[in-house]
């Protein structure tokens, strides 16, 4: 594995670190490529029976290294970030994920797969895509308003701006708020106790819970990159994407 991702598997949970904490540990191409394997591994490892998704530091992520995805743009279904979150919808196992600090982009997105979320006070959501002449990702145009409701989604995804962890619960993207300092501890007693369930009726249950949209998810995750690669070639995003890079270099 990649050392910006790093894996501990203890007492049937398979922990996953998004290990940039210098970059807020945004996420490269090599990160998704190593965050795929990492599923698709647990996927067949019987010992793994609860997947744990966490960032380094006071961080969950910044969502995409932007200076990394322009070198590596997704350019099919087949690119590292899609085959990341097809992983993510079709993983067998509970993903479970605990957010401190900013979830940004894809740091949001990914929470709609994940099937228990736990998160700081202090953290910070926010789904910019259209303020970087973007579009919906993660099948995020599907999942928020079900889970959120039209209003609050479309507030979320057209305004593009950051929100609180009382929103984010508001809104069904994440099931708890804890203190800053619980956060480790409760993501891992949760994390323990649903390795602890019998581990074929906790997949079986997983499944006929996700199985109804599985096919529908997979689609719209299809429309959206397909848009979304046509919005990378945009001037509205070239522009945004270079007024951000030059506001880094400041």
Do not use: W
């Not at 591994?41 to 530091?57: K, P």
């Not at 969502?63 to 099919?76: L, R």
């Not at 529908?216 to 919005?231: N, Y």
Request: proline letters at 5%.
């Amino acid at each position: 594995m990649s050392d910006t991702l790093l894996t501990k598997r203890e007492a049937g949970v398979l922990t996953l670190t998004f290990n940039r904490p210098e970059k807020k540990n945004a996420f490269t191409h090599a990160m998704y490529e190593a965050a795929t394997q990492a599923l698709k591994q647990a996927e067949g490892d019987a010992e793994a029976r609860v997947v744990l998704l966490t960032g380094a530091g006071s961080v969950f992520t910044a969502g995409n290294d932007i200076g990394d995805f322009m070198e590596h743009p997704p350019a099919g279904e087949d690119s590292a970030v899609f085959r990341f979150l097809k992983a993510l919808v079709d993983a067998p196992m509970p993903v479970l994920a605990a957010v401190d600090g900013p979830a940004v982009g894809i740091g949001t997105t990914m929470l709609l797969h994940c099937d228990y979320v736990v998160a700081t006070e202090r953290a910070r959501f926010h789904m910019p895509f259209v303020q970087l002449g973007l579009c919906a990702e993660g099948a995020s145009s599907m999942l928020l308003p079900r889970v959120a409701g039209y209003a609050l989604a479309s507030e979320l995804l057209l305004f593009g701006e950051p929100f609180d962890a009382a929103t984010a619960l508001r809104a069904g993207i994440i099931n708890k708020v804890v203190p800053d300092t619980s956060l480790h501890e409760v993501a891992a007693e949760r994390a323990r106790t649903l390795a602890s369930r019998p581990a074929e009726a906790v997949r079986v249950t997983k499944r006929l819970i996700r199985e109804p949209l599985r096919q529908r998810t997979h689609q719209v995750l299809a429309t959206e990159g397909s848009e979304f690669i046509q919005r990378l070639g945009s001037t509205e995003a070239q522009e945004a994407f270079m007024a951000f890079m030059s506001r880094g270099r400041k």
